[in-house]
């Protein structure tokens, strides 16, 4: 027998930041076993590593560049993705350093879980080949069901991570399922080799990829918490302790996103006529759901959870336009909402305490008169989340709807229009809450220099974002 | 003459998979999954794929549900167990309207497999499904895949461990 000699494809440099990520992630795990009780060097440790993994992205030129037989792909979308990727959980991290303290949370392991999620959502964002966006899914999702669970005295955290495991697997299951038929019935699981084989034929409608289409939709629209798979989000945002739920919603998401965008519009646009009405019905009963169900809440946390949901929905919307300048907005609206929901949960952590969380609105009453500065700024991200000039929401909400019309949706995006003026809604109802109710009792702020750290990064983002976004949307790539 | 095993094989796949969720005592539901494994081994032998097969009477007929075994044996758990279940209030609007779109799910499923253009594909190249066809393409076209299963294994592992340890320091 021949001996089998290494691939040219093999290509370190391209891999870089899921290297130097992986290292960090088993140092971290290592150093774990010296560190004693005091946690504070292994905080320290990942965060150099995610900026180390930050800068690494950009080892790669010219761009984009294929590795290993074309499943691996260094381009814009994947070197922005791992950026915010690399930011969130770094803001996790910093968010959690002081929750997990006050909570008794003192395991190593919780930081190694975060940088290995984040491998996980590198390799998502960064494959061009299912069975990478398989695995990468699935490393993403199982590092958050423990996450979810983390707080093991806590049976909501229990639940949470129960409920959030049981669906998980079954979504995941789907996913797996759509894949498998696509490959069935294309010969292949690269995305251009699909796409390929996809305009040979003419967008063949054989019965076995479309099934393999609908099922792709349903998995990853678990993964984003689309509506109808939306139903975990509310317990499991709820349930999860507070810096998880943040990172959740921010990181793994932006993740399944990339995914989502790249399978949709790299391997099977030329079957957009079949999968475009689906993805709409989605989008829009996620605008709906996700904003009518915000209003009835009265646990901040769930409410946040809603509205998730709701800009999944938008979100949605860049995936149906599917052209280079939705890509862009993509981009640019998950950082900006990166930088607003760490804010927001920065904000909720900092009014919690041990024992109590004090997630309900009537916790907020009055916060203006006696924080006057924390009110401004859950205001201002609030605001930012709603989409109201000038704060980066709305540029991100704009790119992403000027896509979509540049494509001829016009419909769709007067109901996503529609929605945003919904959200006002419930984000002045906090609003409201903290500027014009009677304080209904004493605050306990723990003013922890980490947290306010994450906060004032947050409105920094948040306003720099609104005020003056074009060096970024350079960097999407939009000009 | 391959459908001739084909169709018993299945058969008594879906029967074993059935006997999974319906029997009552843990034991029994671990058997019939043993059983099933074994049948899926066999349809990956008809597939050609003879190391696949091999693979899946060693580790999941073999060490996974040895392991399975062990669990149910060593939690104890006796029948009585699942009389302690409460079934919900059944909902009949939503039975009615669930089962509706499950049937028409499987309807669908079986018209679109009737449909589906079931041509013997192309002729397999000798060295299909050995050992070392599957390791090559494991180790060349594969190894990023299969280096990343690895990061999956580690972080479902450091998982078990946190959730599970008596005490986290």
New interface residues.
């Given amino acids: 027998?021949e001996p089998?000699h290494?691939?040219e494809s093999?290509d370190l440099i391209a891999?870089a930041p899921?290297l130097v990520l992986?290292v960090f992630a088993?140092g971290v795990?290592v150093l774990d076993l010296w560190a004693g009780?005091n946690k504070t060097l292994l905080m320290f440790v990942s965060l150099v590593g995610l900026l180390m993994t930050a800068i690494s992205a950009f080892a790669k030129h010219p761009l984009p560049a294929f590795a290993?037989?074309d499943?691996?792909i260094v381009d814009h979308l994947s070197i922005f993705f791992t950026c915010i990727f690399t930011l969130s959980s770094a803001l996790a991290i910093l968010l959690s350093a002081e929750y997990n303290e006050r909570k008794g949370?003192?395991?190593g392991?919780y930081y190694?879980?975060i940088l290995?999620?984040t491998?996980?959502m590198i390799?998502l964002a960064s494959s061009t080949?299912m069975?990478?966006i398989f695995?990468?899914i699935?490393?993403v999702s199982?590092?958050l069901?423990?996450l979810a669970?983390?707080r093991?005295d806590d049976p909501v955290s229990n639940e949470a991570?129960l409920k959030y495991f049981l669906l998980g697997a079954f979504a995941t299951g789907f996913l797996l399922y759509g894949m498998t038929l696509i490959y069935g019935s294309t010969g292949s699981t690269n995305l251009f080799k699909i796409a390929e084989f996809i305009k040979a034929e003419g967008a063949p409608s054989?019965?076995?990829l479309l099934?393999g289409i609908v099922l792709l939709v349903i998995g990853f629209g678990f993964k984003v918490a689309a509506v109808p798979f939306h139903m975990w989000a509310p317990d499991v945002y709820h349930g999860s302790p507070t810096p998880v739920t943040a990172f959740m919603a921010v990181g793994p998401k932006a993740a399944a996103f990339a995914a989502f965008f790249r399978v949709f519009t790299e391997a099977i646009p030329n079957m957009a006529a079949n999968w475009e009405i689906l993805l709409c019905i989605v989008a829009v009963l996620s605008m709906f759901v996700g904003n009518l169900g915000a209003i009835m809440q009265t646990n901040i946390k769930r409410m946040l959870a809603f509205s998730s949901i709701s800009h999944a929905g938008y979100l949605l919307i860049a995936v149906i336009a599917k052209s280079a300048m939705a890509g862009s907005g993509l981009l640019f609206y998950m950082l900006t909402y990166a930088f607003t929901t760490f804010g927001a949960f920065g904000i909720i952590i900092l009014l919690g305490r041990k024992g109590e969380e004090n997630l309900e609105m009537e916790n907020y009453s009055g916060l203006a008169y006696k924080h006057p500065v924390l009110a401004l700024s859950m205001t201002v991200f609030l605001l930012s989340l709603g989409g109201l000039p000038p704060f980066a929401g709305f540029v991100a909400k704009f790119y992403i709807f000027s896509a979509a019309i540049e494509e001829g949706f016009v419909t769709l995006v007067i109901i996503a229009v529609l929605n945003s003026a919904i959200s006002f809604y419930y984000y002045l109802k906090v609003v409201v809450f903290m500027y014009m109710k009677e304080p209904a009792g004493e605050f306990q702020i723990s003013m922890t220099p980490m947290t306010l750290f994450v906060v004032i990064i947050g409105i920094i983002g948040t306003i720099e974002l609104g005020i003056y976004p074009d060096p970024i949307i350079a960097l999407t790539g939009l000009n | 003459m391959e459908l001739l095993i084909f169709y018993p094989i299945a058969g008594l796949c879906v029967a074993l998979a059935l006997g999974v969720i319906l029997n009552t005592s843990p034991v029994g539901s671990a058997m019939c999954l043993i059983g099933m494994m074994l049948g899926l081994a066999g349809i990956f032998v008809l597939q050609q794929a003879h190391f696949i097969a091999v693979l899946q009477v060693i580790i999941y007929a073999g060490a996974i549900m040895v392991l399975f075994m062990f669990v149910i044996m060593l939690l104890n758990l006796k029948q009585a167990a699942s009389a302690d279940w409460v079934s919900r209030d059944k909902n009949l609007y939503i039975t009615i309207l669930t089962s509706a779109l499950a049937i028409g799910i499987l309807y669908k499923i079986v018209d679109v497999t009737f449909m589906a253009d079931l041509d013997s594909p192309a002729e397999l190249p000798d060295t299909f499904g050995t050992v070392a066809t599957v390791g090559e393409s494991l180790f060349t076209d594969f190894v990023l895949p299969f280096e990343v299963a690895s990061l999956l294994l580690l972080a479902a592992m450091i998982g078990a461990v946190v959730l599970a340890k008596p005490k986290l320091d």
């Fill in positions: 027998m089998i290494a691939p093999i891999l899921v992986s088993m795990l009780k290993f037989t499943s691996y949370m003192k395991a392991e190694a879980l290995l999620c491998v996980g390799v080949d069975i990478m695995l990468g699935e490393i199982i590092c069901y423990v669970g983390f093991r991570a054989s019965p076995l099934m």
